[in-house]
Structure formats: C-alpha cells, structure tokens
C-alpha cells in the first residue's frame, strides 16, 4: 500500500471550532446562513400565498392605515446593517455594539407599534388583517433575535481577535437578510391594505 | 337483553306515574303540591322523525314517531314539565335512587329526566347498533361518549344545577334533557299533565314550572301542615 | 489500509459517558440515535394498527387488558368509532413522521452522509444534535395527547380543518389532543429544517479531496436531494401548523368560514378557508411522500450493485431522474384535492404533471432491473430485501396511475385503493428500504454480524405477508369500501367483511414476524460475530475504514478519492476498486 | 435462494392480476349516464396498468432467475445491459409517456362533462345539508323557490336542519325536507351542497359520482340516474366519529311515482 505523501490539505473545521485557515472550506458558515435564508424565505412565501388567498376568500379584509412607527423601525433596522457593515470592514467593537444596540432598538419599536394596534383595538383575533400584521412581526422579530444572538457570538469572538472574517461575513449575510425581509413585509401589508 | 327490557319498563311505570320523587319526612307534618299543567295558543305543528338512515330504528317503529319538544295530551295537558321547588327548600336529604337514561329505538327514554345535584345516573343503550351520548353542558363538564352496541351502561352524575340539553350525534334527531336541580321536591309530568311534590314540611314555596320550548312559570304556595294544595300552570304556546 | 493525509488537528475528544453517549455531538451517535427512536415508534405505530385491524375485523369482540389500558376509548375491550379514529390519527403521525421520515432519511443519513463524503462530522455537530433532541420532544409532546384531555386527535394525519381548527366542539379529541398534534408537528419541522441545513451544507462544504459531486455515492445523492425537498417542504408546514394554532386557541379564522354550527353551537368565526389549510398541507404532504421514498431509492441503488457484483446501470441518468422527481414533486399536490372543492378546471391541470412524475419513477425502476441483468447476484437479507423493494415500489407505483386521472379518481378517492397505494409505495417500500439499510451497514455500525438465516426468515415471511395485507386492500378499493371507518354498518360493505378479516390475519402475522427482525437486531448487537471493515466487498468510503468507525471516522487520517462509487465488476484480482483507493 | 425469489414473484403478479382480471371484486353496476365513460376509463387504465405490473414483476423475477450467481463453476464475466441505460430511458418514456397522453387526453373529456360543464336548463333542483353525521335534502315545494338558510335558527330536535324561519319567510313554508334522497329517473339533477359544521363528501358507487362539502361553499353537482333503485349515499371525508355512520338512502323512482311521492310529501307537511 504506497502512501503518497501530500502535502497537509487545511483542515476541516467543524463551524464549532476555531477556523484559522481562511481556506474555502472555512465558509461553512455562509453556506449555513444562504440556505438557512432560503427556508425562511419559503416559509413567508407560504405565509404570503397564505394572505393572498385569506383576502380573497372573503370580504372581512380590515382597511386601516398601519402605524407609522413601523416605517420609523425600518429605517432603524437599516441604520443597524449600515453599521454592521461598517463593522465588517474595518473589524471595528464600536460599529458592531451601535448594531447590538439598533437591533434591540427595532425590536423594542416593533413591541411599542404592537401597543399602537392595541390601542386602535387592532387585535390578533379582530380581523384578518390585524391577524396577518401580528403573525408576520411577531415572526419576523423572533428571527431578529435569532440574528442577534449571532451577533452577540461574532462580538465575543472579535473581542477576542479569533473571528475569521468569512464567519463575520455569514453574521452580516444574516443581519442582512433580516433587514431585506422586513422591508418586503412592510411592502406586503402596505399595498394590501 | 331480556332482563334489561323488563327493567326498563318497571322503571317507565314508577317514572311515569305522577308521583314524582323525594322522599317524605319521618314522622314530621308533611305536605304535598299537586297540579296540572296546560297550555293556550296554536300548538306548532310536530313533524314526523325522519330515521331513515337507521333502518334499525325504522324497523322499531311500525308508527311514525313525531318531534318530542311539544308534547300534549287530553285537554291541553302538556307532557314533559318539570315541576319543582325552586325557592324555600329546607335541606331534604338527598336522592340516592339511580336515574334510568335509555336509549331504545333511536329516542331518549325518557325524553326529558329530572335529577338531583350529585345524584347518580345511568344511561343504557338498548339498541342493535352505537349511539354516542353528548350532553352539551355549559356549567358542567361537557363529555360526548360513544356507547357501541352492548357497551356497559354509563355511570356518572351532575355537580351543578343545570338544564342539559342531550343529543346524539350519530342520530341528530335525537333530543333529551338532563334536568339537575338543587331539590330532590321535582316532577316531570306524564300525557295527563299532572304532577305531585309530597313530603314537604311546612313552610312558603316556589313552586316552577319549566317546558323546553313553552317556556317557565312560578307560583308561591305556603304548607301549614299536613295538607295539600293544588297548584296549576297555563302555559302558553306559539305556532312557530 | 485507509489512505489519506493527516488532519492538522482532531477534535477534542469528549470524556464523560453522558458527553460521549447521550449529549453526543458525533453525527454518528446521533444516526443512532434517530433509529433508536425510528424504532420505538414504528413498534407503537404497528401496536395500534393491530388494534385498528382487529376492530375492523371483529368489532365486538372485546380485547382482553386494553379495556383497563384505555378504560374511556375501549370500556370493555372494544374501541369505541372515536377511539378507533384517534388510533387512525395517531398511526398515521407516528408512520410518516417519526419512522418514515426519521429513519432511512435522519438517521442513515446522518450515520453516514459525512463517512461517504469523507467529513469527520457534520457541519454543525451542535445544531445536529439539537436537531435529534428536538425531534424527541416532538415525539413526547404527540405522545402525551394519549393521556392528556379526552384523548388523542381523531381528525387523521392530514387534519383538515374546519375539524381540525375549531376545537373540542368538533368531538372528542378536538379539544387539547389536537392542539397537541399541531405543536408536536410544528416543533418536528424545526427539526427536520436543522437536519436538512446540516446535510446540505456538509454535502456541499465538507467533501474530501478528490470526492466531487459526481463521485458522492448514491445514497449521498438520495439524502442530499431528500433535504433539499425536506427543506422547501417543513418551510411551508411550520406556517401551516402556527397558523391552525392560532385559529385553535387564538381566536383568528384562517381556515374557519363564517356561520358554522357544531354540537349546536354557532362557532364566533368568519371569513375562513378550509381549503387554504388542504392546500398548505399538501404543498407539504406531496413531497414529504417522496422525503420518505427517495432514500430507499438511495439505499437500494447503493446496495444492488454490491451484491449484483456489477456498476448500477446509468448512474447519471439515475441522479437527473431523482433531481427531476425533486421539482416534479412541488408541482403535484393537486391531486389530492380533485374533489375538494377546488376549481374543476385546476383538477386537470394537476393530473398532468402528476401522470409525468412516473416518467423518472419508471426509468429508475428499469434501471434497477437492468443492473440485474448480467450480474451474479450473491443473495443476503440486505439484497433480498432491495429486490423486494423493487417488487412492492412496482406495486405501489403502478396503482397511482388510477389516482393521478381526475376521472378514475372520481370513483377510487377516499377508498381502500388509496390506503393500499400510499401503504405499498410509503408502509412497505420505504420500509424495505430501511430493513435493507439496517442489514446492509448493521456491520459497519456495530461492528458486529446480523444473522443470516434469522434476516432470510423475516424477508420471505415479511415479503408474502405485505402482498396479503395490501393487495386485497386494492379490490376493497374497487367494490368501494370507504377508508377511515370504524364499523362497516352499510349494507354494500357487509360482503366485504371476510376480505377485512383475512386482511387481519395477514397483518396480525406480518406483524408478528417482525419480532424476528427486533430478535436479530438486540441480539446481534449483543453477541453478533465481529464484523470485517468490508463484509460485502463495497467501494465507498464507509467500507475503507474499522468498523464501527473511531470517532473522527479516518483515525486521524484524512481519505483522498479518486474513484467514483460504482467500481464493480473490473478485472484483476479484486473485482471492485474501492474509492478510496490510489490511482 | 434466486430461484425462490422469481418463483414466489411470479406468483404473486399472476395471482394479483388474475383476481384484478377477472373482476371478483369490482365495481357496481353504473346507474348514471356518465358513469359509462368512467367505467371504460377504469378498464383501459386497468389493462394498462395490469400489463406494466405483470411485465415489470415478470422481468424483475426473469433477471434475478437467470443472473444470480451460481454456487458452481466459475465466476461468469460480468456483461452490462446491451446499450447501456439509453434503451430503458427511451422506453419508459415513450411507452409511460404515450400512455400518459392517452388517459389525459380521455380522462380530462370524461371528467369535464361531469365537473366542468353547467348542470342542463331543466335540472330538478335539490339542496343537500351535510352536517355531522347524516345527510338532508330539501325540495323547493310548489312555489319552487327555496327559503332562506339562517345558521343560528338550526334544530335538529324540531327538524329545522335548514334553519328555516317559517314564521316570516313564507318561501320556506312549503320545502320539504327529508333524511333520503328522491330523484325521478332520466331527469337531470343538481344538488346544491352545503355544509353544516366541517368537510363531508357525497358518494353514491352506483352512481359513479363524489364531491367534498366545503364549510363556507355551495357547490353544485349534477348527474341523471337510469335505473330505478334504492342505492346508498356515503361520505368519504373523515368528518369525526359518526363519519362510519354517516349515510342516507338514494331512491331513484320513476316520474309518476316521483310526482306522487313528492304529492305525499307537501301533503304531510
């Protein structure tokens, strides 16, 4: 049995562990991020299909005008991609908490637009609407957290000098995606009022 | 089979005479409300029961059997009344005898059955196929049980007073009502109408009368003694 | 013997019993793992089909100890219709997800997915292992509908809503058990969307030097495609699931509409659409049917050439064909709903890419028997079962023709034909499937040897048991006979009943006979000959390291490929060529 | 061992597909006028289909007969399928394809005639409640016009399935509502089917027609029966625990006994 003696291939990372090598295999994060970007995407195109079909079904579509603080958080969760790319680039502790910080701030502004709704006794049971409005937020902020324990992760590891820059990419993919989802919800519930 | 057939009927005898339940005072002066129930207005027009999706029961009822929720006998007497103390009960002790509920022929025996808080009842299937039982309680625990063919009787009882409507829902004709009351004094009326509430020691009663589509009457008698008073209802019915 | 490169570095390896056994992050505990509970709930789905067929063939003779074990759904020893419905419910849930799901496509898959790529683990060993604890839970929170409330759901695994959605009105069962049913499925989507990104990314990612996407073995293929349909699939269930939720105890009408009466009850809902609910399902329901097929797919065309000691016919055309019944499958769902109250019109536009479906289905079929042809077939459990999976997915195959066209389908749906087509293709072929998975890499698992006589006892008496079980469900299906019900009360059934029992007989017996299968398996585990690296001679990967494989899969070594995986029948001394094998 | 393998597939084929052959359990005989095209549909499927299950049996046990390994002699050279997978690719989809053409090409006329095209001018008109656990038909009465359905006014203990208001609506005074289906014989039908409470279907095998009842919908379904008969009425979408027991009869009568009948009928009302 010869054994031909090669020269040592990188190593093959689990995403668990300490990625040095900045080889292409390294960017198992991304491709975990990229299809965990298509499952949720499918997941609100059928809730989309889903509104679709609900409004059409019957005549009990609510005609209400959504409340403005939803477009200021828009412009919040954008800011935050800004700095976290910002962040990225220069591999910079400030940017990353200002996006720790603006993620939260949408989150919080999403829980105070839900109060708004209250108010206007806009309910999860009074109309389809109001129904769809709160399913797609609420969904949408869980998967924010979601990207905000991540990036929690990425700034433990920056802090510490030991992020490869193809995991902080995947983070930033995410952070990403969530801002883009959510400028497409609020287009939805906007023209389908 | 056969020993259950018999007991049915010895217990429609006892039901169905006017001599309603509670049982009297030992010794102490006791009185007793009687009466009879009638109704004025245009009786709705009953509608024969359809059961021909059960050709058991079709076979079962060489008549046509009609709609039970407005029942009358001879001279305006309306069957089916629940007559009871409703105000100024002096804590009789509690009926302990077991309701007999049946099923039989795709109807309720009896249609409408009158029982006691706590006290325990029986609802058999006598029929050569399942009936499912869902008495639709609102303050009670609601349950819906099927009963296949030969299934041993269901035992259970109420703890809140509460008119139950019952229904099947394999047999959607088919209609009863568990009346539970807080008084062991009540009646149900047989085709004659009449009622009687014995062993009532002294005292001022309510007397209420309640039908299931002609609605409910009250009336205040007061027992001095061991004597009786009669106590009549005139309810009143409406075509539709 | 393996040839490779050393890795820079293993993983640490974990200690403790707990960290090594239990909280394990190998994908290959894991694999296990999944099987293990694959296994615990195929014997609690088979106990209640045994107790379903025997009320159907002797409704009033009561089952002595069930009347004690279930004394509100079997007083006295016979089940009661809502009972016998919620066992229907529960069968149903349990088959599809938690074995045919669990089984050939989690638990091989992550057993072997990495071995066959050349990976020491998956891509993300913690999410994988959350993705089998999760899956547990889900298992647990369904089961708990059995002692919780008034019983398990009866509204069966498609729970149509509006029974499903409006709540204990609807009869027993309705209330908690299916609140129940809907938060076990949803939480088993999460699941099976961690496991799908897993087995992706590592197919992807993680493949060693030289193993390019044409090399990947077949079973590779079959799992990577079955996560790729299981990723898009869940993605639209776990909606589904919120959204029947919320309409259960959230007040909002997704798929109630308005002025309905239950239990004399006018119900405070409007504007629903039950059919939107029948639509998200089976968007999910169509190719969650091909999650359970297409890795027996895998595990037959992987383990044929093996033993035929010859190259799988077309192992090209065999991947196009599994990549087009991928898309195909997103397309089909329709026909489920010809009848449903969906336009008419849309009915025909569904059967069509329905009948086009069995195009690659019938190629990868021909393929099967053409590899057969020329071959020196060695016979062992593990090849005796893929030749019988040939045989049953014929069956199976061949009675979706009646179904696929609206007009047939006017007369069959709803029947016994359609239990006896999606038992043959789902309850028996992928069944196959994984008895030959289990016989063919039981050696390289545990390092130990099933027994051989045993293996061949259960495939000849498992064989002819299903065609008695199934194939008579065909003719009830033509005379008629509804499914899903508990008593045969209409007088066009009554000549029907002693096909019922004869059906009860025959799955009484298969089922029993399936305790050689338990035997084989605890006992081999037990005291099993020890096995060789390569017991059947195969070429990939798995088979070029020891047996059970060390926890980093290569000892330290990392394998170079540069063969593809369906090296049989060469000259020389050796009639295979291993993948890991020089130049 | 390969040997056993062909046998007992062989006989399985030929045994399945002798009982499908020779219809020991088979349809009923079809009362309907559209049920015919339906039953040829059936049978050229069945041909079809029973060959493609006979031939791939036959073949799939023919192969492991002859090239299982023999335990004696040496090992024969291993030969590959002539042509490799070309042949079978071409031949499963010409002839699966073919076939597919064929029973689309048939089946979509036989299924538009029944599902796709409006019910004829004068079709008697019936409603159809599904609710749970039993069917319930109303005809229109003299005035030919049907009353008007109110959920909340529905009792199934004063037989009020529909929820007619009598009282007020004089339309509903005159409809007939029974528990069995009547229809006159060579006269179009259209039921209108509603639902009560959740998903039911309607399934008469004589008459070789089904359709869902959809909560929230009224969907129209039209046949014409032929032979005079009582035939049973089934529901085949899992409704709760009475769906096994949820079932009406279908008298087909001629026209005077139907005219008679539905004289009885208003009579008794």
Not at chain 3, 4 to 24: E, M, Y
Request: charged share 10%; hydrophobic share 50%; proline share 7%.
């Amino acid at each position: 049995m010869s054994t031909a003696v090669l020269p040592p291939s990188p190593s093959v990372p689990a995403a668990a562990r300490v990625a040095t090598g900045d080889g292409p295999r390294a960017s198992v994060a991304q491709t975990g991020v990229w299809i965990g970007i298509a499952t949720i995407s499918m997941s609100f195109a059928a809730l989309t299909s889903a509104l679709v079909v609900r409004q059409s079904s019957a005549p009990d579509w609510q005609h209400f005008q959504l409340p403005p603080l939803l477009y200021l958080n828009t412009l919040v969760l954008l800011v935050s991609s800004a700095t976290l790319e910002i962040s990225r680039r220069r591999r910079t502790v400030a940017a990353l908490n200002a996006t720790l910080v603006l993620g939260l701030l949408f989150v919080f502004g999403q829980v105070l637009a839900w109060r708004q709704l209250a108010a206007q006794h806009l309910f999860l049971a009074s109309g389809p609407r109001s129904a769809f409005l709160y399913v797609f937020t609420a969904l949408h902020a869980l998967h924010v957290l979601g990207g905000l324990g991540g990036l929690l992760y990425v700034q433990r590891r920056l802090a510490g000098a030991v992020l490869a820059p193809t995991t902080f990419k995947a983070a930033a993919l995410y952070w990403h995606f969530m801002a883009i989802l959510w400028v497409y919800l609020l287009t939805l519930l906007t023209i389908r009022g | 089979m056969i020993a259950r057939v018999v007991a049915g009927l010895v217990v429609l005898a006892v039901g169905g005479s006017a001599a309603g339940g509670g049982p009297p005072h030992r010794g102490l002066p006791a009185g007793t409300i009687s009466g009879k129930v009638t109704y004025t207005g245009t009786l709705p027009k009953l509608r024969q029961i359809d059961m021909s999706k059960e050709p058991n029961c079709v076979t079962q009822h060489p008549t046509p059997v009609m709609t039970q929720d407005a029942v009358t006998g001879p001279a305006n007497s309306v069957r089916y009344v629940v007559v009871y103390i409703s105000a100024g009960d002096q804590g009789a002790p509690a009926a302990t005898d077991t309701v007999h509920y049946d099923q039989k022929g795709c109807l309720y025996i009896p249609h409408v059955a009158a029982m006691q808080v706590h006290q325990p009842l029986a609802i058999f299937n006598d029929d050569p196929h399942s009936h499912n039982i869902h008495p639709l309680a609102r303050v009670n625990a609601e349950w819906n049980k099927s009963q296949p063919k030969g299934a041993p009787p269901i035992r259970t009882s109420w703890d809140q007073p509460e008119f139950i409507p019952v229904k099947c829902n394999v047999h959607p004709w088919m209609h009863g009502y568990f009346v539970v009351l807080a008084t062991p004094h009540s009646a149900v009326t047989d085709s004659t109408g009449e009622f009687s509430l014995a062993g009532l020691p002294p005292g001022k009663y309510t007397v209420t009368a309640w039908h299931e589509r002609f609605g409910t009457q009250s009336q205040e008698v007061t027992i001095g003694g061991s004597e009786s008073k009669t106590a009549n209802f005139v309810l009143t019915a409406r075509p539709y | 013997m393996t040839h490779g490169v050393a890795t820079s570095h293993a993983p640490p390896r974990p200690q403790s019993f707990l960290r090594r056994h239990v909280f394990s992050v190998d994908h290959k505990v894991i694999g296990r793992q999944y099987l293990d509970l694959a296994l615990v709930a195929v014997v609690t789905g088979m106990v209640l089909s045994w107790i379903m067929r025997f009320h159907l063939g002797w409704p009033e003779t009561p089952v002595p100890g069930l009347g004690k074990l279930a004394p509100t759904g079997a007083a006295g020893g016979v089940i009661t219709p809502e009972y016998y419905l919620a066992l229907m419910t529960m069968h149903g849930t349990i088959m599809v997800f938690f074995v045919l799901t669990t089984a050939p496509f989690a638990g091989f898959g992550n057993f072997f997915l990495p071995i066959h790529v050349g990976a020491e683990d998956m891509a993300f060993p913690r999410i994988n292992m959350m993705s089998f604890w999760v899956t547990l839970v889900a298992f647990l929170v369904l089961l708990s509908a059995f002692f919780v409330g008034d019983g398990p759901p009866l509204s069966g695994w498609t729970a149509y809503a509006p029974l499903s959605a409006v709540g204990k009105d609807a009869g027993p069962g309705q209330g908690v058990g299916q609140t129940l049913w809907a938060i076990s499925i949803a939480i088993f989507c999460v699941a099976q969307l961690l496991g799908s990104l897993n087995f992706i990314a590592t197919t992807l990612d993680l493949r060693t030097r030289g193993m390019s996407l044409a090399r990947l073995p077949f079973a590779t293929w079959a799992w990577f495609i079955t996560s790729v349909i299981g990723l898009v699939a869940f993605a639209v269930l776990m909606p589904a699931c919120i959204l029947l939720i919320l309409d259960r105890v959230a007040g909002t009408s997704f798929f109630i509409p308005a002025g309905l009466v239950i239990s004399d009850r006018l119900q405070p809902h409007a504007g629903g659409s039950p059919l939107l609910w029948q639509h998200l399902f089976w968007f999910f329901g169509h190719p969650e049917v091909y999650i359970a097929i297409l890795p027996g797919f895998g595990i037959v065309s992987q383990i044929l050439p093996v033993f035929a000691r010859k190259p799988l016919l077309g192992p090209r055309v065999f991947i196009t064909c599994l990549i087009a019944i991928a898309f195909l499958s997103y397309t089909v769902w329709g026909h489920h709903m010809f009848l449903s109250g969906m336009n008419p019109l849309s009915a025909t536009l569904f059967s069509v890419p329905t009948l086009v479906i069995t195009i690659p289905a019938t190629i990868i079929t021909l393929l099967w028997i053409g590899t057969l042809y020329g071959a020196r077939l060695r016979f062992t459990s593990a090849s005796l079962f893929a030749l019988g999976f040939v045989s049953v997915f014929v069956s199976g195959g061949i009675s979706g023709f009646f179904l696929a066209q609206p007009s047939t389908d006017i007369y069959l749906h709803g029947t016994y034909f359609v239990v006896a087509h999606f038992h043959f293709v789902m309850g028996v072929a992928a069944m196959f499937g994984i008895f030959a998975g289990t016989y063919f890499w039981f050696p390289k698992m545990f390092g130990r040897m099933m027994n051989e006589t045993l293996g061949r006892w259960h495939f000849w008496l498992t064989f002819i048991g299903v065609y008695c079980v199934f194939m008579p469900m065909h003719y009830l299906g033509l005379a008629g006979n509804v499914r899903r019900y508990s008593a045969f009360t209409d007088e066009y059934l009554q000549p029907l009943i002693p096909l019922h029992r004869f059906i009860t007989i025959a799955a009484l017996f298969t089922g029993a006979v399936q305790l050689i299968f338990l035997f084989n398996l605890i006992r081999s585990r037990l005291r099993g000959p020890k096995a060789p690296d390569n017991p059947w001679e195969a070429t990939t990967l798995e088979w070029s390291t020891s047996s059970p494989p060390p926890h980093d899969n290569f000892g330290g070594r990392q394998p170079v490929v540069s063969h593809g995986p369906n090296e049989y029948g060469s000259a020389g001394p050796r009639d295979y060529v291993m993948q890991a094998d020089p130049q | 061992m390969g040997k056993l393998f062909a046998v007992v597939v062989t006989v399985i084929a030929l045994v399945s597909a002798a009982i499908f052959a020779f219809h020991v359990w088979w349809l009923p005989p079809d009362i309907s006028t559209h049920g015919v095209r339906i039953d040829r549909q059936m049978n050229e499927t069945m041909v079809v289909a029973g060959a493609l299950f006979v031939l791939g049996q036959l073949a799939l046990a023919g192969f492991v007969w002859r090239f299982s390994a023999g335990e004696r002699g040496a090992p024969r050279p291993v030969k590959s399928f002539p042509g490799g997978p070309t042949p079978l690719v071409v031949l499963a989809t010409v002839l699966v394809g073919i076939e597919i053409l064929v029973l689309t090409f048939v089946g979509s006329k036989v299924w538009a005639d029944v599902y796709q095209t409006p019910p004829a001018p004068g079709a008697l008109q019936i409603e159809v409640l599904g609710e749970q656990f039993a069917f319930y038909f109303r005809y229109a009465g003299a005035d030919g016009k049907f009353g008007a359905m109110h959920p909340e006014m529905m009792n199934d203990a004063t037989e009020n399935f529909f929820g007619l208001d009598p009282a007020n609506d004089t339309t509903a005074r005159d409809d007939i509502v029974v528990g069995s289906l009547v229809i006159p014989i060579n006269q179009p039908v259209v039921l209108e089917m509603h639902a009560k409470d959740v998903n039911h279907s309607f399934y008469v095998p004589e008459l070789r027609i089904q359709q869902d009842f959809v909560p929230g919908l009224v969907i129209p379904l039209h046949f014409t029966a032929t032979t005079p008969g009582k035939y049973e009425l089934v529901c085949t979408q899992l409704c709760g625990l009475g769906h096994y027991n949820m079932r009406a009869f279908v008298e087909v009568k001629t026209q005077p006994d139907f005219a008679q009948w539905l004289k009885e009928k208003a009579a008794a009302l």
